[in-house]
């Protein structure tokens, strides 16, 4: 337990946040093609390393998730994902979940699986080198939904999770997501979310979690994204700061998941959420905030990895740069 309370705090250190690049096979090849590269798991390699060599990363990442292929996979010295992470000072993380299915019962919703057999992937995972795991619930705001059973059902697998991963050694980043699809309005995302965030807290309470050792990713409150008028970054750091204040103090820290609002957006908004004092640290975990324009910049094309590095550089040192107004604004 020690050491994931380290590891959390590490995760979350002043200045610092996590970059998501976990996409599954699945999701990395559609965008792989979008980009107009060919979906072959040496493509996927290569913009991977590319992303975990860029240079710099350390002064603005703390941490990098991958997901399982990634993580078996080796940079082209030789040297595995995990180690190589490690030797550039970010630490590697692995995306434990295998996706959301859709729920027994509860028809349109879905439920995150992955819990079986998870303790003996965990002590793989540990054994090659991850410090941290990833496991995301979706949550759709429409007429009735969330309903009250598809929250309890991911709240509970996120709990199990959570305490399987601190058995393990690894710290658990919860994501708890509330997708921005739809035309609600801010107020909406923000009860929601309240009600998703309140299961979460009583699973995770029910099975004995250390919050200290714990990663909250969670969504920002927005306004849904075919709703007619976008909030400001303040209205955004408000309504956010609202729902997370029901977390503990001892929460070890909270790094937002960017779902899907463009990345200068994100970063406002991140910046904005410094001005409000709260007992943990806010940081960004972002994926595609980061990793889009590196993807665009590079493309494929070998001669443009500097670009594509540049491109995330340039995010991450902005985000970072965005949470250490943090440190001038409330010094400690
Ligand atoms: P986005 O920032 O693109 O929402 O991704 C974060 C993430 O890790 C999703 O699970």
């Given at each position: 337990?020690?050491s994931?309370?380290?590891?959390?705090?590490?995760?979350?250190?002043?200045?610092?946040?996590?970059?998501?690049?976990?996409?599954?096979?699945?999701?990395?090849?559609?965008?792989?093609?979008?980009?107009?590269?060919?979906?072959?798991?040496?493509n996927?390699?290569?913009?991977?390393?590319?992303?975990?060599?860029?240079?710099?990363?350390?002064?603005?990442?703390?941490?990098?998730?991958?997901?399982?292929?990634?993580?078996?996979?080796?940079?082209?010295?030789?040297?595995?994902?995990?180690?190589?992470?490690?030797?550039?000072?970010?630490?590697?993380?692995?995306?434990?979940?295998?996706?959301?299915?859709?729920?027994?019962?509860?028809?349109?919703?879905?439920?995150?699986e992955?819990?079986?057999?998870?303790?003996?992937?965990?002590?793989?995972?540990?054994?090659?080198?991850?410090?941290?795991?990833?496991?995301?619930?979706?949550?759709?705001?429409?007429?009735?939904?969330?309903?009250?059973g598809?929250?309890?059902?991911?709240?509970?697998?996120?709990?199990?999770?959570?305490?399987?991963?601190?058995?393990?050694?690894?710290?658990?980043?919860?994501?708890?997501?509330?997708?921005?699809?739809?035309?609600?309005?801010?107020?909406?995302?923000?009860?929601?979310?309240?009600?998703?965030?309140?299961?979460?807290?009583?699973?995770?309470?029910?099975?004995?979690?250390?919050?200290?050792?714990?990663?909250?990713?969670?969504?920002?409150?927005?306004?849904?994204?075919?709703?007619?008028?976008?909030?400001?970054?303040?209205?955004?750091?408000?309504?956010?700061?609202?729902?997370?204040?029901?977390?503990?103090?001892?929460?070890?820290?909270?790094?937002?998941?960017?779902?899907?609002?463009p990345?200068?957006?994100?970063?406002?908004?991140?910046?904005?959420?410094?001005?409000?004092?709260?007992?943990?640290?806010?940081?960004?975990?972002?994926?595609?905030?980061?990793?889009?324009?590196?993807?665009?910049?590079w493309?494929?094309?070998?001669?443009?990895?500097?670009?594509g590095?540049?491109?995330?550089?340039?995010?991450?040192?902005?985000?970072?740069?965005?949470?250490?107004?943090?440190?001038?604004?409330?010094?400690v």
């Amino acid at each position: 337990m020690g050491s994931c309370r380290q590891i959390a705090a590490q995760l979350v250190a002043p200045g610092k946040g996590v970059l998501a690049a976990d996409e599954s096979i699945a999701t990395m090849s559609g965008r792989l093609e979008k980009a107009g590269v060919e979906a072959t798991a040496e493509n996927r390699r290569r913009y991977r390393e590319l992303l975990a060599s860029t240079p710099g990363l350390s002064d603005g990442a703390s941490g990098i998730i991958f997901c399982d292929e990634t993580l078996g996979q080796e940079f082209a010295d030789g040297t595995p994902f995990a180690q190589a992470v490690r030797a550039l000072g970010v630490l590697p993380g692995i995306k434990v979940d295998t996706g959301a299915k859709p729920c027994p019962g509860l028809p349109g919703e879905t439920v995150t699986e992955g819990l079986d057999g998870l303790p003996a992937r965990l002590a793989h995972h540990a054994g090659i080198g991850a410090a941290f795991a990833k496991w995301r619930a979706v949550f759709v705001i429409a007429d009735g939904r969330p309903s009250a059973g598809a929250i309890r059902g991911n709240a509970n697998a996120l709990a199990r999770y959570a305490a399987a991963c601190q058995e393990a050694g690894i710290v658990p980043i919860v994501e708890p997501e509330v997708l921005m699809d739809g035309a609600h309005a801010v107020e909406r995302c923000g009860a929601v979310t309240a009600t998703v965030h309140a299961a979460v807290r009583e699973e995770l309470a029910l099975l004995g979690v250390d919050l200290a050792g714990i990663v909250l990713k969670p969504n920002m409150v927005v306004e849904g994204r075919d709703h007619p008028e976008p909030v400001s970054p303040e209205r955004v750091a408000e309504a956010t700061v609202e729902v997370l204040r029901a977390w503990p103090a001892e929460l070890a820290g909270v790094a937002f998941l960017s779902g899907g609002q463009p990345p200068e957006r994100a970063t406002a908004n991140l910046e904005a959420m410094q001005h409000h004092a709260t007992p943990w640290p806010l940081t960004f975990s972002f994926g595609r905030a980061l990793v889009d324009p590196a993807l665009t910049a590079w493309h494929g094309d070998p001669a443009l990895v500097e670009a594509g590095q540049a491109a995330l550089g340039e995010r991450v040192a902005a985000n970072a740069a965005a949470v250490r107004r943090r440190a001038r604004l409330q010094p400690v």
